[in-house]
């Protein structure tokens, strides 16, 4: 079973940011996350409402059945 605890390497150790789910000895997988793409992902994306406004356009005949499906649709 693979559990995943946050922490971060300083100074030759790593001081993990929770309790890790063992109690026993227990082997480890390190991994070191790219600190440039940390960053990005910490910033919020900025929505832009109506930004598609008038883009798209749904054809009239939209909610009518598919000819491929007309004699399934038949009651």
Known sequence: ???VVKGVYENGQ????EKPPVKT????LVTF????KQQ?????QKIILGLLEGKIDTPDDFNEPLEDLK???QP
Do not use: F, P
Request: proline share 0%; glycine share 4%; net charge negative.
């Open 71 to 73: 004699e399934y649709m």
């Open 33 to 36: 996350l790219d600190e440039e």
């Open 40 to 44: 990005q992902s910490k910033g919020k």
């Open 25 to 28: 000895r227990t082997k480890v």
């Open 1 to 3: 079973m693979l559990q």
């Open 14 to 17: 790593i001081v993990l940011e």
